[in-house]
Every structure is written in structure tokens, then in C-alpha cells.
């Protein structure tokens, strides 16, 4: 058993690993601004981490043996965190995210064409850390999602005196109504419905994980001792063309295509740059992965039942 401290946890793959923790017997801390209680048994501290003040009176005298951040998204945040639980924990969790690959966010080494990206091609040891850019702003932070994740990441590897990795998440899909972004809802709807599916001609491949699997890993690199980012994805590739034969098989319909011009927006997962991930060192270090296309047909049936019913 061990104490583990979630920040976050109150929806989708976090609020599972909630679960999963407590069901295999840790004692476990939920740090969240009160929008969402912790199941029965989990002890809960109401603190915006954005606080750092708020945050360190809440977390009081408690220490733990990880922490897991569901929810830090900018080096700010990432700075307070770690002030904030400097001597309070042995381990750090950080869930990141796929995006720091995305070539059109950043200037990232060369990978050949087609070769899912290895954890190295962003080391966070040595990316620059900018705490004066308005991280505070919504608008600025969701525009500059994948440069807060990078140097986030980049904060936490240079804190020192905790051992920390980041787990680059691949697209969650799964959970049916749980799945609040609506991407796969994006492919469902528009194909029973008929609407047309915007793609990118030649649509270039990347990787997924379905929501239940994210919060196993999590839960595996909670009590780990390992350090340094790890990527987390299913097996296989997958472009937009075979996620919308999945959704179409489900549905029981014929996909409308529309080819985008260049520049012109596509629906979520088409891609015209490749940053598909590899997962072979999660794999050396003792986890086993899933087969997107053995969980895929299941996610689609969720995201079908959870749509709303049709206006009559």
C-alpha cells in the first residue's frame, strides 16, 4: 500500500484511476477546486493549484509516496507544484500528452517518415522554459497546448530531489458519454447522419489508447520506480480513412469524404504530419498494451449509445 496524491482525478481516465487505485488498496489523496467529490474512502483537499498558497495550506503537513497530476498543463503551474510538494513525496507522476511530438508546434529532430517517434526526440532536460509568457490566459494556454506540456515536462525533470516521468498519453478514445471532447461523437454523428467527413488528402497515421487502458498504465507508473518520459499507446497505427471504416462499419452507413485544401481545417485525427508514437519503452519496462483495433469497434458502439437521440 501506498499513499498516492491525485491532482485532478474528478473526470474521464483520472477519475478511473481514482478507482483503481483505492481498489488496489493505496491510500489515496484527491487535490481538485470541489467541482467533483472523490468516490467514498478517498480523502479530498479542495485547492486551486494555480494557488500556490491555497495549495500548500491544503496540502498541510501530508506527505506521500507519488503524486500524480492529471492537470498541469504550463511551466507555471508545473513550478508551483513543485515547490509546493518539495519533501513531500519521493515520486511525481505527470500526465502529458502525444502533442509534444507535433511537429507544426515545435522544431524537433528529424524522424524518418513513417517511424513512430521514440521518447529522446523530446528530451525535457534541455527545452527552454519561458515562465514569463501569459500562461495565465485561457486562450494563450489552449493555443499553446503542446509548448505548456513540453515545458511543463521541462520544470519537473529540473526540479530535483523527486523522481519524475511524464507519460505522453496517445488520443484517449472510449467511455462513451465519459469522452467529453466529442472527437469520436465528431465521426459517429456525422456518419449516421450523413454530413461529410473533412480529411486531408493522403492522411498520415497516429496512435491511440483507449481511456480504460490510460488509467492502468497510470496506475503501473504511480508505483513504479522508473524515470523520464514514456510513451502511452495502443498498438497499431491508425489514419483517419481506418477510423472512419470503423465508425462506418458500426454505424451501418456509407462515409461522406471531403478531401480539405491545404490549410483548410479536417475533422480530429486527420492528420497531414506524422507524429505517431513509439511504445517500446513502456513495453521494456513491464507493460503490456492492447491492440487499437481490438478495442476500437467498442469505443464506437459507447460514443453510438451515449448520442443524443435524435430530435423527432
Known amino acids: ?38 468516490p467514498a474512502g478517498v480523502e479530498h483537499l479542495v485547492a486551486d493549484r494555480n494557488d500556490e498558497a491555497a495549495l500548500t495550506a491544503a496540502l498541510g503537513s501530508r506527505g506521500f509516496d507519488t503524486v500524480v497530476d492529471q492537470v498541469c498543463y504550463t511551466p507555471a503551474q508545473a513550478a508551483i507544484a513543485a515547490r509546493a510538494f518539495a519533501g513531500r513525496t519521493r515520486r511525481y507522476v505527470m500526465t502529458s500528452t502525444i502533442e509534444v511530438y507535433d511537429p507544426a508546434t515545435a522544431t524537433l529532430p528529424t524522424v524518418p517518415m513513417g517511424t513512430p517517434v521514440p521518447e529522446g526526440t523530446v528530451d525535457p532536460a534541455g527545452w527552454q522554459v519561458s515562465l514569463d509568457l501569459p500562461w495565465h490566459d485561457d486562450g494563450y494556454r ?7 506540456k513540453r515545458q511543463a515536462e521541462a520544470v519537473l525533470t529540473r526540479a530535483g530531489g523527486v523522481a519524475f516521468t511524464a507519460v505522453r498519453s496517445a488520443h484517449v478514445l472510449g467511455g462513451g458519454a465519459r469522452e467529453f471532447t466529442g472527437r469520436l461523437a465528431h465521426y459517429t454523428e456525422r456518419i449516421a447522419e ?15 489508447i483507449h481511456h480504460e487502458e490510460l488509467a492502468e498504465l497510470l496506475l503501473w507508473a504511480a508505483a513504479a520506480d522508473f524515470t523520464g518520459p514514456v510513451n502511452a499507446c495502443s498498438d497499431g497505427l ?19 469524404l471531403r478531401t480539405v485544401q491545404p490549410g483548410e481545417e479536417a475533422s480530429p485525427f486527420s492528420y497531414d504530419r506524422h507524429y505517431a508514437m513509439s511504445n517500446a519503452r513502456a513495453k521494456e519496462l513491464g507493460f503490456r498494451f492492447s491492440r487499437t483495433a481490438d478495442w476500437l469497434p467498442g469505443a464506437v458502439a459507447e460514443a453510438l449509445a451515449a448520442a443524443p437521440s435524435p430530435t423527432p
Request: proline fraction near 8%.
Open 1 to 38: 500500500m501506498q499513499r498516492i496524491c491525485v491532482i485532478g482525478g474528478s473526470r474521464y481516465f483520472g477519475k478511473l484511476l481514482v478507482e483503481r487505485l483505492q481498489a488496489a488498496g493505496h491510500r489515496v489523496t484527491v487535490v481538485n477546486r470541489g467541482s467533483a467529490p472523490p
Open 142 to 148: 489552449a493555443a499553446h497546448y503542446a509548448e505548456g
Open 194 to 208: 450523413g454530413r461529410p467527413i473533412s480529411v486531408h488528402p493522403g492522411a498520415l497515421p497516429t496512435v491511440f
Open 238 to 256: 491508425l489514419d483517419a480513412h481506418g477510423l472512419v471504416a470503423a465508425v462506418a462499419a458500426r454505424v451501418g452507413r456509407e462515409p461522406v
